[in-house]
């Protein structure tokens, strides 16, 4: 697999092909390629979240693309078609578990559960050919090979499936804690570092829910 990044490289100067990987990890006899990625590793509240998907077919109404790339309406629909044309697996690490361990742990902790979950929802995963594909510099403790992609979201149909499972279910787990500390507008910036969100803070101190870890200034 070392080569497979510069191969696909030259390859999409001429078009954008988000299932360049997937072929070339067939062809060279993986039946089962798992794409992962997370959201929520820069914001200063809330967990991270990750998600695996082994997509069942490649042909989709809806976009599917960098999760930051598509509006919540197209994300919400992709999220639909997602679950019922994939098998997948999502992980949630806590504020509390990254205050512990720290941000790039919980993370591949995240990818690895997310990975886990997946393979639990499928018949006898030791008799299959497994590749994992992970979006940007994260190597994970895995009993199959892997592959790390850097801006794979944009690269990888699974991987950007992934990132909008990810995406989604954050949003939705933050909207919940909206309605908790409505003070804090997580509804409109989901717990990431925007000025308004710093200078609530500033005012009237941290909840529950933000990173002690992370700077809130």
């Not at 999502?90 to 393979?119: H, P």
């Not at 990810?166 to 509804?187: C, H, N, Q, W």
């Amino acid at each position: 697999m070392e080569s497979a990044p510069r191969r696909l490289k030259a390859s999409r100067r001429r078009s954008k092909d988000l299932l360049a990987y997937e072929r070339l990890l067939k062809k060279e006899g993986y039946d089962l390629i798992i794409g992962v990625d997370e959201a929520g590793r820069g914001p200063l509240a809330g967990p991270v979240v990750a998600a695996a998907v082994a997509l069942k077919t490649t042909s989709f109404k809806n976009r599917i693309d960098d999760s930051k790339k598509l509006n919540f309406n197209s994300r919400e629909k992709a999220f639909g078609e997602i679950i019922h044309k994939s098998i997948f697996g999502i992980s949630v690490v806590s504020e509390k578990r990254i205050d512990r361990v720290n941000i790039l742990r919980a993370t591949r902790e995240a990818m690895q559960k997310a990975v886990g979950s997946l393979l639990e929802k499928i018949e006898d995963p030791a008799s299959r050919s497994i590749h994992v594909i992970v979006d940007g510099k994260m190597s994970l403790d895995l009993c199959w090979p892997s592959t790390d992609i850097i801006k794979g979201d944009t690269k990888s149909k699974s991987i950007a499936s992934a990132s909008i499972l990810a995406k989604v279910t954050r949003d939705r787990i933050m909207l919940k804690y909206d309605s908790i500390y409505p003070e804090y507008g997580f509804a409109r910036h989901k717990g990431y570092p925007t000025e308004r969100h710093r200078a609530i803070i500033r005012k009237i101190g941290a909840c529950p829910i933000h990173r002690k870890t992370f700077s809130c200034d």
